[in-house]
């Protein structure tokens, strides 16, 4: 069963997201890319937690709760969206100094934990791989999967960070329309994730 899920989580997260974009952006600032990571797997481990510990369940079950979460989860994904779209991530000669490693461990923290979809992916997702007959808990089992996920997310968002790096670094313009593509996506993310909330 963690095998299967591994597959099913290396897939979701190979999907192209706000966690791509903002991993792309920490590629192009000078040593943002470990921070970046650390924020957004920071986030993964407080929903693991969270739904391991049943409160996500409650959380789902009570429809205003999830509506101000969706509501604020995407009003920070916006916040983002437009920050980059407006001062998109160009490399330059000298050091890129723009924000400090705590601000970007905070900004991939809000990313990935403050995403209610993420939180209902694990909600819709992890149960599904349990077994009430195995060995451990299910809360064991399910904080063993969040694991999973949380390994193929380090993996796969740090080479996204680093892949831009090499590739963008040497190639201002190219960086800018990227960076630029970035916000747009995180912008296009919260719109759905509103539009969806509301058309259920």
């Not at 009570?62 to 920070?76: D, I």
């Not at 999973?148 to 090499?166: D, F, H």
């Amino acid at each position: 069963m963690l095998a299967a899920f591994w597959a099913v989580s290396f897939a979701l997260v190979m999907t192209p997201g706000a966690d791509w974009a903002y991993a792309i952006s920490a590629g192009l600032r000078d040593r943002a890319i470990a921070p970046a990571v650390t924020g957004m797997l920071l986030g993964y481990l407080m929903i693991t937690l969270v739904v391991a510990a049943g409160v996500g369940a409650l959380v789902a079950s009570l429809p205003a709760v999830l509506t101000v979460l969706t509501v604020f989860g995407a009003g920070y994904l916006l916040w983002l969206g437009f920050g980059v779209l407006m001062h998109p991530p160009v490399p330059t000669a000298g050091t890129d100094q723009k924000g400090t490693r705590l601000g970007w461990i905070l900004r991939g923290f809000g990313i990935s934990g403050m995403n209610p979809k993420a939180l209902l992916l694990f909600l819709a997702l992890l149960p599904q791989f349990t077994s009430p007959t195995a060995p451990w808990s299910i809360a064991g089992q399910i904080t063993a999967m969040g694991f999973v996920q949380i390994v193929n997310c380090a993996l796969v968002y740090s080479l996204v960070g680093v892949g831009s790096k090499v590739v963008l670094r040497t190639r201002p313009t190219a960086a800018r329309l990227v960076g630029q593509l970035s916000g747009m996506a995180m912008i296009g993310i919260a719109i759905l994730i509103v539009a969806e909330r509301f058309a259920s």
